[in-house]
């Protein structure tokens, strides 16, 4: 079974740009999580969407956002971009058949904000 | 406010040796526990978890213990391979229907040949 994937892998922007990643979880899975890993705060949980809902979301401005697609795809935008969004932003997909299921994260997408 | 610690940011250690790696947290509500191994360019691997109802779970060479009362967790390898070298990740999340994972801030383990 293929894994999740995302892309693009690397992304050079300026300050002020709107930006989209894309996920791709694993086939089956309809739920699909977004984190942002920063060397000074670790992993921090952006949102969380099941079924084309959002089912929570993480202390993280407007500026971010998601949305996922009837074949559980997901992208999420950032307006605006800051500095200090660089990071790498991982994604992760779980069957959530049981709220225990196990997510699997993608390789995720190295943003460089200039 | 960090809710998951992993006090450590490093540990080193022999080749053939355990490997104890430390995790805390603050929030009673917590149910379930996950540790995560990441490599560079990659995205976190789940290793082990352990529900908040046992106390210990193995699998292979890693087992993990958690101490409800001391809100503690504890990944032990054994023995240690040069290939588990890595930054080890402790997560923790609510019961119900909601994926979030609060992550600690990673350990980087060395193995020594």
């Known amino acids: 079974k293929a894994g999740v994937t995302q892309t693009p892998r690397y992304l050079i922007k300026t300050r002020g740009q709107q930006v989209t990643l894309s996920c791709s979880p694993i086939s089956g899975h309809r739920s699909v999580s977004w984190y942002q890993q920063t060397p000074g705060q670790g992993l921090q949980f952006l949102f969380e969407y099941f079924s084309e809902t959002q089912r929570n979301k993480g202390n993280f401005p407007g500026r971010f956002s998601g949305r996922q697609f009837s074949n559980s795809r997901s992208e999420m935008n950032v307006s605006t971009l800051e500095l200090g969004d660089s990071a790498l932003y991982l994604c992760?997909?779980?069957?959530?058949?049981?709220?225990?299921?196990?997510?699997?994260f993608g390789p995720g997408t190295r943003l460089t904000v200039l | 406010d960090q809710q998951v610690k992993q006090n450590s940011p490093s540990l080193s250690v022999q080749e053939g040796r355990i490997s104890i790696l430390n995790c805390d947290y603050t929030n009673s509500m917590f149910d379930y526990f996950l540790w995560y191994k990441k490599y560079p360019a990659e995205g976190p691997t789940f290793l082990i978890s352990i529900s908040s109802i046992k106390d210990k779970n193995e699998d292979g060479r890693f087992t993990v213990f958690l101490n409800k009362s001391a809100k503690h967790l504890s990944l032990h390898i054994v023995p240690s391979q040069p290939g588990d070298s890595a930054v080890y990740f402790c997560a923790a999340r609510l019961s119900g229907a909601n994926s979030k994972l609060t992550f600690g801030k990673g350990i980087t383990l060395s193995v020594r040949p």
């Open positions: 992760a997909s779980s069957s959530f058949r049981d709220w225990t299921d196990t997510q699997y």
